[in-house]
């Protein structure tokens, strides 16, 4: 199958606002609902897969805009950091603060400028601050109620945890320690990290379990029976993958190909052949802007795993929608 050349613009942005719109609008078509797909239960297969030590500039949440970065306009405390303005509320939401900080993490790797470097660690004291420690282990809370995909049955109630925040909020870390060699932040990896062993069934809060198929999930909203929403869940595998390959452990080494294994294992059932692809399998929830995410999610991955297979996705989810 000959590789599609993703030159277009919308390949070029790099997503970092979850909801930000692709280049195609979210017209009718494109956002809704449909039957969810049947899940065959066969056994998961674990692929050991071959992770490559990219440069930084084929990471992934690398760009910035330092007008925005630095816009004072949207709310804020007293600090700088943006607040998350929900049902008359101000909230400090942890995804954001995550973005925020992978672009002034970014802006100072390339500037050195002080401003950005003050306000990268501002940002990472934030998600410090407010961060929940559970026997050792650190969440991120989310201080409003929350319906997945709008459904009622799909009700989170504060404080509750996203495993996609537990995963960018590694990456602040990671990239925050190797920025200024403080220790502290290395410390608070570890400890985020520990919560990608705390399973659904056996430690609360969780954000990971282990499907039916012994397919290990890592839960953007941790509902039961679970959303299955695949951005947030290859959003943390790049925490992930950030984190192992700071330390190398062989504990991270293992959630990390645990978690690419299953990506690769449920992939096909994400695709709609001919229309946007499902944002999560329990609702059946579709989302043409999540879709282009989708496609831009599986070229990364590809190049974390040398894995074509990923590619090859990224080919067939273009070929069905491209905006």
């Known amino acids: 199958m000959s590789k599609i050349n993703f030159s277009t613009p919308c390949f070029l942005i790099l997503v ?6 692709g280049c195609g609008g979210d017209d009718d078509y494109a956002r809704g609902f449909d039957d969810p797909p049947v899940i065959n239960l066969e056994e998961c297969i674990a692929y050991d897969f071959e992770i490559d030590s990219l440069v930084y500039n084929e990471l992934p949440n690398i760009g910035f805009n330092a007008e925005v970065l630095m816009d004072t306009t949207a709310p804020h405390d007293s600090d700088g950091v943006i607040l998350f303005e929900w049902q008359g509320g101000l909230y400090y939401h942890p995804v ?21 470097y003050d306000l990268m660690r501002k940002y990472a004291d934030r998600l410090m601050a407010e961060s929940m420690e559970f026997d050792g282990a650190v969440y991120f809370p989310y201080p409003f109620d929350y319906h997945v995909n709008q459904q009622e049955e799909g009700l989170l109630t504060a404080p509750w945890f996203s495993g996609m925040a537990q995963g960018e909020a590694l990456m602040v870390m990671v990239r925050t320690f190797l920025a200024t060699g403080d220790s502290t932040y290395l410390e608070h990896a570890h400890k985020i990290f520990g919560s990608f062993s705390r399973l659904h069934g056996e430690a609360d809060p969780w954000t990971v379990f282990i499907d039916s198929r012994g397919c290990y999930w890592i839960e953007e909203y941790p509902v039961w029976e ?29 959630v990390l190909k645990a978690s690419l294994s299953t990506i690769k294992n449920y992939i096909p059932y994400f695709r709609r052949p001919g229309r946007p692809s499902y944002y999560g399998l329990r609702f059946g929830h579709y989302s043409a802007r999540y879709h282009l995410i989708h496609i831009s999610q599986m070229k990364h991955l590809e190049k974390i795993t040398n894995d074509t297979g990923f590619g090859d996705w990224a080919d067939s989810l273009y070929l069905d929608y491209s905006g």
């Open 16 to 21: 970092l606002i979850i909801g930000i719109s």
């Open 96 to 116: 954001n603060l995550c973005h925020r900080a992978f672009g002034l993490i970014s802006a100072y790797r390339v500037t050195g400028d002080s401003v950005f």
């Open 226 to 254: 679970p959303s299955m929403t695949l951005n947030g869940f290859i959003y943390a595998i790049y925490g992930l993958y950030d984190y192992y390959q700071l330390t190398k452990s062989i504990e991270a080494e293992a």
